[in-house]
């Protein structure tokens, strides 16, 4: 079996949305998406960058904006390259949407051609509507639960990709068992990483982990096979060797974002509507390449040691490493987002006792989960079977 040789392009389609989210990193709304000359642009050098990387795997992630108010640009993108690459190169699609325009024929679309639907869904009814509002403020949960049904009956490992912020923290347990109770059982769930946080936040927040710890313990023990990023990820960090910060952050090498207008960033955080961007991190544009200068800065300053990390015991486990999350918080790829080392120290002892506990316990999916490197194909045939 040959060695995957991955490259990932986060296709920006489009600025617009159809939502007001508080939190968007990705700027203002605006009646911007990739003319057809950008799209062919963007094309051409991408097949040009696996060519010359030797990739067998491509990863097409398209992002906006909301991706699906340019449907017909995702499909002509996604199928050129199927075309352009034949059947030497691997395609996976992923599509994070909002969900408002999802239909049962648009789902089957998607799934035919193998593009994975990510869900943006932070919890309850309640939470949705203080934090993202439709535009004209119409019931998002009717609308929801129809999308939900449709997207887990093509897939039932449908992801649901959760923001906490200050404001909901505080019910962080109601809007992720809300979530899971919807069917929807793999959760990727941030942090809004450039928002104010303060020490009582974190206050809330630790009290909230404490009672999700408990909730993940039942699962484990009911043998619910599913996903929770702020544990899951935190449990990998002791059951992996940890791995140096060059190979955990891939941007602007194996990773690239792509703006509506052609611009070329490191990663999906950097990009933001013409009159918002920052210059500074722009590596090129796709009509004339990435800027070699740049691209050898920008991998410079994400391996630089940080200061601040310096004698912390949890440094190889903290996700200080991720270059977007440090320039969410610091507008710096290379200085470490005080928030997340504030929560990386209140988040792993929660996960580690649970651990701790579990694993006394020989609680055996925990067991699965966490040293059976084909834990995740036992878990589809489980739920495949069960369903």
Same mark, same amino acid.
């Given at each position: 079996m040959s060695k995957v040789i991955k490259y990932t392009v986060n296709f920006h389609i489009t600025h617009d949305c159809n939502m007001r989210c508080s939190y968007c990193y990705a700027g203002d709304k605006v009646k911007?998406?990739?003319?057809?000359?950008?799209?062919?642009?963007?094309i051409d050098f991408v097949v040009g960058e696996v060519q010359r990387k030797k990739a067998n795997k491509l990863v097409i992630a398209f992002l906006g904006g909301e991706p699906l108010m340019e449907k017909q640009q995702l499909f002509y993108i996604h199928d050129t390259f199927?075309?352009?690459?034949?059947? $030497?190169?691997? &395609?996976?699609?992923? +599509? !994070?949407?909002? =969900?408002?325009?999802? %239909?049962?024929?648009?789902?089957?679309?998607?799934? $035919?051609?193998? &593009?994975?639907?990510? +869900? !943006?869904?932070? =919890?309850?009814?309640? %939470?949705?509507?203080?934090q993202r509002p439709t535009i004209g403020n119409s019931d998002y949960s009717k609308i929801m639960q129809r999308t939900i049904k449709s997207v887990l009956k093509?897939?039932?490992?449908?992801?649901?990709?959760?923001?906490?912020?200050p404001e909901s923290s505080k019910e962080l347990y109601?809007?992720?068992?809300?979530?899971?109770?919807?069917?929807?059982?793999?959760?990727?769930?941030?942090?809004?990483?450039?928002a104010q946080w303060t020490y009582q936040?974190?206050?809330?927040?630790?009290?909230?982990?404490?009672?999700?710890?408990?909730?993940?313990?039942?699962r484990c023990n009911n043998v619910e096979h599913f996903y929770l990023s702020s544990f899951d990820e935190r449990i990998q960090t002791h059951t992996k060797k940890p791995v140096a910060c060059g190979n955990k952050c891939s941007i602007g090498n194996n990773q690239i974002s792509i703006a509506p207008n052609g611009d070329i960033y490191p990663c999906m955080q950097?990009?933001?509507?013409?009159?918002?961007?920052?210059k500074s991190v722009q590596l090129g544009k796709v009509?004339?390449?990435?800027?070699?200068?740049?691209?050898?800065?920008?991998?410079s300053d994400i391996i630089k040691d940080k200061p601040e990390c310096s004698g912390?015991?949890?440094?190889?486990?903290?996700?200080?490493?991720?270059?977007?999350?440090?320039?969410?918080?610091?507008?710096?790829?290379?200085?470490?987002?005080?928030?997340?080392?504030?929560?990386?120290?209140?988040?792993?002892?929660?996960?580690?006792?649970?651990?701790?506990?579990?694993?006394?316990?020989?609680?055996?999916?925990?067991?699965?989960?966490?040293?059976?490197?084909?834990?995740?194909?036992?878990?589809?045939?489980?739920?495949?079977?069960?369903?």
């Open positions: 911007a998406s990739m003319s057809q000359s950008t799209i062919e642009a963007s199927k075309k352009r690459l034949g059947d $030497e190169v691997k &395609i996976v699609g992923q +599509l !994070s949407t909002n =969900g408002l325009l999802l %239909t049962d024929s648009l789902m089957k679309e998607l799934t $035919e051609r193998n &593009i994975m639907v990510s +869900l !943006s869904l932070d =919890g309850t009814p309640e %939470t949705m509507q203080k093509y897939n039932p490992f449908t992801n649901a990709f959760c923001v906490v912020t109601d809007n992720i068992t809300w979530i899971y109770d919807q069917g929807l059982h793999f959760i990727n769930c941030t942090l809004d990483y450039s936040d974190f206050e809330v927040l630790a009290t909230e982990y404490e009672k999700l710890s408990k909730w993940y313990e039942e950097f990009v933001k509507p013409a009159h918002q961007a920052d009509k004339g390449g990435v800027v070699a200068s740049k691209l050898l800065q920008l991998q912390c015991k949890l440094k190889d486990r903290c996700s200080t490493w991720c270059s977007c999350i440090n320039y969410s918080s610091t507008k710096s790829v290379s200085k470490a987002s005080p928030v997340a080392c504030h929560h990386e120290k209140m988040l792993i002892p929660i996960v580690d006792k649970m651990s701790a506990k579990l694993w006394k316990e020989k609680n055996q999916l925990f067991i699965q989960k966490h040293y059976n490197p084909l834990y995740s194909f036992v878990a589809q045939a489980m739920t495949t079977y069960k369903g």
